[in-house]
């Protein structure tokens, strides 16, 4: 399984961890190449469909990224956030899907190094628990008997 590349999506704030990434990237420090943000106005919100959804579209891992405790500038968008995390980290306990493949993250628009080094942790979190299994390939079909050659 060496050559898993985790698909991580990362639902990032704009305001910290969005930033975050963009300083991480401008200071050339690495973080999964396959992890894909999608940047919103704050992680309140990101819903728990939009989490599911990830899942079930073909997301190994799910990063919620947000401002620090406290900061948030819609208030309490971050704990919101983090209420929903729970929420389905919890869910997928439940139907034993590993809930570690969802987790949050709280960091500052200064923190760039930070975003990256959490961000690689998560890639190898998922590189060890493996590809999402809900969304498993297709077995080859066998080939047709009107298809196969004749001698
Ligand atoms: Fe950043 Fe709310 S504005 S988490």
């Given at each position: ?7 991580i ?52 891992g ?64 998922i ?25």
């Open positions: 399984m060496s050559d898993f590349e985790p698909r999506i990362a639902f990032c704030c704009q305001h910290c961890a969005y930033a975050a990434a963009d300083l991480a990237g401008g200071a050339r420090l690495s973080y999964p190449d396959s992890l894909r943000i999608v940047q919103l106005p704050c992680t309140g919100r990101v819903d728990v469909l939009h989490m599911l959804k990830s899942f079930e579209e073909g997301a190994d799910v990063l919620v990224a947000g401002c620090l405790p406290g900061l948030c500038h819609y208030l309490k968008g971050n704990m919101h956030a983090r209420k929903r995390i729970d929420y389905v980290r919890n869910l997928l306990d439940q139907i034993g899907f590993e809930s570690d493949r969802a987790r949050m993250i709280n960091i500052s628009a200064a923190m760039g190094a930070r975003f990256a080094e959490l961000a690689t942790e998560f890639g190898e979190r590189r060890e628990l493996g590809p999402n299994r809900l969304v498993t390939p297709a077995p080859a079909p066998e080939p047709s008997k009107s298809l196969e050659a004749t001698p």
